[in-house]
């Protein structure tokens, strides 16, 4: 009912707003229809602009108000800003059922980028092409005095970027061409101030200036877009909008064979002559517009070491720095022959700004580049690597969007880093500052990248981060806390003091060095120094993260990892389980994956049980939640099926510690800190007791004995107030199964020999054993003394 009356509500509100527009665009078309649309007309349109713009569902205007607009749009004498606000409002529109827009006659150059904008907001292909083979044939031809072919090179960006096979080869080379001569050879003169007309106007104003640098210093040189001037001319404005497309143009139609006429040219002329020796008429369009944009891009580059004026002009250096690298890394992969030519040019950019940590971004593309072209250019990139993987996460790793496009870079480029040098997976503990600190968003991006850092020299290690990576947030905040310290505030600390805060401890002489690497054997009070900050916000969402990529880990592990490897992560998982950074939710979490990564572990080895007998022996004194698994594991692994080492001695110093911990739970009293995973470990243990008897039948009396205490051991006030009466049952009826079937000792011993090299009906009831010991029980319940006393 009310979904109805919701949907009514809208459905008349929408009425309404339609019925006010209804009336609006007719205020608008009067305007329009005038003798000379003045500013109401302007605002008009403005505001149905607003209005069309911000509709979330689609507008229908009427149609006569449509081809109003188009004509408009086409006419002559309509000012420009009421064109480009009708083409605007034809573009939100859009697809239009309504529109009869051509861009086949229009000689207006800014018209026709408007309303090319209009077709190719249509979303049809054939529209695409069309517009494709307008704005060619226009850039084609000699434009006359007062256009400029700098209004639809915006166009053609998208034309390309919507359907580049719309374009011929033959288009293509024109375009080329064209971009060629706007890159290298625009004007390095300002262009001309236009006088005021005012008493003062002298001929001396109206001389052009030169461009300078950003420095200010007189550009040199040919024009970039880091040329600096008051005024520019339109082919400067070219240079800027053909340096723009630049990329895609070439990850387009830049590629080798892409120029059909060829005849009559110099073949064995190699494109990487210098421009003094070889005319550029002699290289097919595509080529030579690679020639000139790597000349392009290394003038930038040589800018982007001058000191700007403007800190703006800073910002724009850095921007086209990493663009015009990018760039070179296109032109090499399409012509080997330039790797040469960028080496020794991008190391020696490499040195100039690897210091400055405001330059960081710009180092990608540059590492890209080595990636994809060392092996070839028989260089050794490692430093380069190095630099980037180790400081920039160590001095960054707050920076959200760097964070962002350094992962996704490390991610993209993973297997390449993998196969070209071993510092990427040395690096880790690095890169892991990045997900410390920026979790949520970043943890898709870990898990990809996961896989790629993982060996068997980075397991480990990689292991213990991923538990500490909670504590490695709550560190690297307290860094940064440090960081904003006043100097005179940071007096060193007493050394024989405790200190009172993470900001003091950071300080701290005894406990920096936990600080600066977190290391394994002293974690335990660093979180516990850390555990103001465990309800942080940060650390939180970061402990949230752990699980999923604790799985994966795993997961990966398990494909390469040898006998000796899954033995240490054991050991490990066993160690770690009772140290973890003290937050609720994250040690439950963590409990449960380790729980079932154990279970994995054995099952893929399961004569580790054997092989690591005294550190398991030492974790199976105290059982919980995550041990439950242990436990577990010693009874189904620990026999001679699965390791002819399992001794007779191994069974049974396992029998009496487990017996020994059973007896203390089983001694339980009334406490407020009662485990609740309890009743669980009771029938685990149990249940292995039962296992381990069965296969040394010289411990099936003191089992059985236990067993038959346990209705007791239930009934006893001090239990019942503890667990819940389902929790007990389950107990009583699982004691009663498992002692029934000590009564037939050849039995318990088939049906608790594991299913190695077994029949298949040894390995059903292995499959489902709740279900064999019900059938037991039924076959014995008749029995006197087949139930607890």
Sequence with gaps: MFTAA???????????????????????????????????????????????????????????????????????????????????????????????LSCDEIQDTKLLSLVCSVLLAQGDKSEVAAVGQRVVKVIERRLPEGQSARFLLPVLANVISLSPESLTKEQTSVVSKKLADWLRYASVQQGMIQPSGGFFSSPRTKQPAPVTEVDGAVATDFF????????????????????????????????????????????????????????????????????????????LVEQSNRRPLKKDDGDLQKACLIEAVTIMDIICKQDSSYVYRAVSFLKTLHGRICGDATYARALLPIAQFFLNHSKLAAVDSDAIYKHLLTDIPAQLF???????????????????????????????????????????PLISEFVDLLPFLLDAGTAIEIFHLLLDLPCLTAALDIQLRAAAVPVSEKAGSDPAGKPATCLEAFRHPLYRSMFQYLLR????????????????PRVVQCAETVPVLLELFFRVVAEFADGSLINQLVVLLLQRSDQLYEIPAFKEDVYRVLGSQLAMLCKLRPALVVELSTEILEFSGAVSCSSCTLVWAIGEYLSVSYDKRCTVEQITRFFET???????????????????????????????????AARSQDLIPRVSMFLSKMRTFVQSPAVTSVYCEEDLEEILIRATELMNLLKMPSVAQFVFTPPMASTRFQREVNDSLPLALRMVTQLLEAAPGSMPA
């Excluded at 009427?62 to 605007?88: H, N, R, Y």
């Excluded at 990850?251 to 550029?280: F, I, N, Q």
């Excluded at 959200?400 to 490390?410: D, G, I, M, N, T």
């Design 6 to 100: 919701a949907e009514s509500f809208l459905r008349q509100a929408r009425e309404i707003q339609e019925e006010e527009l209804r009336r609006f665009t007719a205020r608008v078309s009067a305007l329009l229809q005038g003798p000379e649309p003045g500013p109401e007309a302007v605002d008009g349109l403005q505001r149905l602009h607003l209005s069309v713009a911000a509709t979330k569902y689609p507008r229908k205007l009427d149609g006569e108000f449509v081809e109003l607009l188009q004509s408009v749009l086409c006419s002559s004498k309509s000012p420009e800003q009421i064109q480009v606000l009708c083409a605007a409002i034809l573009r939100e529109m859009s697809p239009c059922n309504d529109l009869i």
């Design 224 to 299: 970039t877009v880091l040329s600096v001037a008051q005024h520019y001319t339109q082919d400067q404005w070219l240079n800027v909008q053909t340096f723009s497309m630049l990329r895609n143009w070439l990850l387009c139609y830049g590629g080798p064979g892409r120029d059909d006429d060829k005849a009559g040219m110099d073949r064995s002329v190699p494109s990487v002559v210098s421009t003094a020796a070889t005319s550029g008429r002699l290289l097919p369009p595509t080529e030579r517009l690679r020639e000139k944009s790597f000349e392009y891009c290394q003038r």
């Design 398 to 440: 707050h920076n959200p969007s760097l964070a962002f496009e350094f992962v996704q870079f490390c991610k993209d480029n993973s297997q390449l880093f993998t196969d070209t040098s071993s510092i990427f997976r040395q690096s880790f503990p690095n890169l892991f500052k990045f997900l410390a600190w920026n979790s949520p």
């Design 521 to 536: 054997t002293s974690l335990v009070p660093l979180r516990q120094l850390l555990g103001s900050l465990a309800g942080s």
């Design 658 to 692: 487990l017996e020994a911990v059973l007896f203390e739970i089983t001694q339980l009293r009334p406490q407020a800190s009662t485990p609740s995973c309890a009743p669980r470990a009771i029938s685990v243990l149990m249940a292995t007791l039962t296992k381990l």
